[in-house]
Nanobody, 124 residues
Framework: QVQLVESGGGLVQEGGSLRLSCAAS?????????MGWFRQAPGKERELIAA????????YTADSVKGRFTISRDNAKSTVYLQMNSLKPEDTAVYYCAAKYSINVATPAAYAYWGQGTQVTVSS
């Protein structure tokens, strides 16, 4: 079992930055463990925007956020981060952290564990 707790969401002006954190506990030490960040805006499907395998050897970033968002991890703290820069109003969504036992970082499939979500609102 894995437990995930997100933090760091909030209200920010267009062009601003936020850093989301996802603290993981439980069975997180296997090398075949991937953590991802999803987002879901009202009326839209949930979207995988970034993922990282726990070893850090492989990452994925969606085209919609590439160059603005960066995923990273701190194994000592069992925490994954999403640094979000140059935020746009269209980035407004609930952001979710998720985990799966798979090394395929580029697919949104097979995520078995989810955080509660954190709201990010970007004002114009």
């Amino acid at each position: 079992q894995v437990q995930l707790v997100e933090s760091g969401g909030g209200l920010v002006q267009e062009g601003g930055s936020l850093r989301l954190s996802c603290a993981a506990s439980g069975r997180t030490t296997t090398s075949t463990y991937t953590m991802g960040w999803f987002r879901q805006a009202p009326g839209k499907e949930r979207e995988l925007i970034a993922a990282i395998i726990w070893s850090g050897r492989s990452t994925y970033t969606a085209d919609s956020v590439k160059g603005r968002f960066t995923i990273s991890r701190d194994n000592a703290k069992s925490t994954v981060y999403l640094q979000m820069n140059s935020l746009k109003p269209e980035d407004t969504a609930v952001y979710y952290c998720a985990a799966k036992y798979s090394i395929n970082v580029a697919t949104p499939a097979a995520y078995a564990y989810w955080g509660q979500g954190t709201q990010v609102t970007v004002s114009s």
